[in-house]
């Protein structure tokens, strides 16, 4: 990974990163002639996170080496009593990327997921329609409670 880091003076908003992160993501994919990108998550009892992602590509080849991609990355730390946020511009390893896009979009759309008993899915990138589809499973404990009195 190169040194290339920026510090933005004005944060940007989480949808204007999401958004800029997603297009440099798909410019990445569609340079490297990926199909599609698919990231994998699962957890319960309040633990989880992402697996992996895997290139589908025409020729059935392998994405190697992983190339790397533009990112905004919100970091915040505590300073003066209070939380800094900051937004920085770098180069990571497109896997990261898109995993971090990824939970993201997860976190947004099912906050709680890896809570109880848990849930899994993968976040599939589509670089013919510049498509992100969440495919989300939620588990949870049934019963069925049934009296008979004689």
Same mark, same amino acid.
């Given at each position: 990974?190169?040194?290339?880091?920026?510090?933005?003076?004005?944060?940007?908003?989480?949808?204007?990163?999401?958004?800029?992160?997603?297009?440099?993501?798909? /410019?990445?994919?569609?340079? !490297?002639?990926?199909?599609?990108? $698919?990231?994998?998550?699962? #957890?319960?009892?309040? %633990? &989880?996170?992402?697996?992996?992602?895997?290139?589908?590509?025409?020729?059935?080849?392998?994405?190697?080496?992983?190339?790397?991609?533009?990112?905004?990355?919100?970091?915040?730390?505590?300073?003066?009593?209070?939380?800094?946020?900051?937004?920085?511009?770098?180069?990571?390893?497109? /896997?990261?990327?898109?995993? !971090?896009?990824?939970?993201?979009? $997860?976190?947004?759309?099912? #906050?709680?997921?890896? %809570? &109880?008993?848990?849930?899994?899915?993968?976040?599939?990138?589509?670089?013919?329609?510049?498509?992100?589809?969440?495919?989300?499973?939620?588990?949870?404990?049934?019963?069925?409670?049934?009296?008979?009195?004689?």
């Amino acid at each position: 990974m190169q040194d290339n880091e920026q510090r933005e003076s004005a944060p940007l908003s989480a949808p204007q990163r999401i958004a800029a992160n997603r297009a440099a993501i798909f /410019d990445a994919l569609r340079a !490297d002639g990926v199909a599609r990108a $698919v990231a994998s998550y699962t #957890g319960s009892g309040d %633990n &989880g996170g992402p697996e992996g992602v895997q290139y589908e590509l025409p020729d059935g080849r392998t994405l190697e080496p992983i190339p790397e991609v533009l990112q905004y990355r919100e970091t915040c730390e505590w300073s003066g009593g209070t939380w800094q946020m900051t937004v920085t511009l770098k180069d990571w390893p497109l /896997d990261d990327a898109i995993t !971090d896009v990824a939970m993201e979009l $997860v976190d947004e759309h099912f #906050g709680g997921w890896e %809570n &109880g008993d848990g849930a899994s899915g993968e976040v599939v990138f589509d670089t013919a329609d510049g498509s992100v589809v969440i495919e989300h499973r939620a588990y949870f404990t049934d019963s069925d409670y049934q009296e008979v009195r004689l």
